[in-house]
C-alpha cells in the first residue's frame, strides 16, 4: 500500500519491526535466566505474547495458572543457554 511516498507491506514489514524488539528490555515484560548443567547461565529478555506465539509450551507456562505466569524472571535449568 502507498504510505506518502513510500510503499508499505504488512507481510515484509511486521518481520521487520518484530526484529526492531529482540533483545530491547525497555518495553520486555520478562526475562528468561537459562542455567545450563555446567552452571552457565545466560539471560534473554523477552515479549510475553510474541513468546507465547512462538511456543506453545511456554504459552501455558507465562499464561497459564504456573507461578511464571505473574513472574518477571522465569528460570529455567538443565538447559545450555
Known amino acids: 500500500r502507498p504510505l ?3 510503499t508499505y507491506s504488512c507481510r515484509d514489514e511486521v518481520p521487520n519491526r518484530l526484529a526492531r524488539i529482540y533483545g530491547e528490555d525497555r518495553l520486555s515484560d520478562v526475562t528468561f535466566r537459562v542455567i545450563g ?3 552457565k547461565e ?3 529478555v ?3 505474547n ?7 509450551p511456554l504459552k501455558r507456562m507465562l499464561c497459564g495458572s504456573f507461578a ?4 518477571k ?3 529455567i535449568h538443565d538447559v545450555d543457554p
Do not use: M
Request: net charge positive; aromatic share 8%; proline share 4%.
Open 42 to 44: 545466560k539471560r534473554f
Open 37 to 39: 548443567p555446567s552452571g
Open 46 to 48: 523477552a515479549h510475553r
Open 50 to 56: 510474541i513468546v507465547s506465539a512462538w511456543s506453545e
Open 73 to 75: 524472571l522465569v528460570q
Open 4 to 6: 506518502g511516498r513510500h
Open 68 to 71: 511464571e505466569s505473574s513472574s
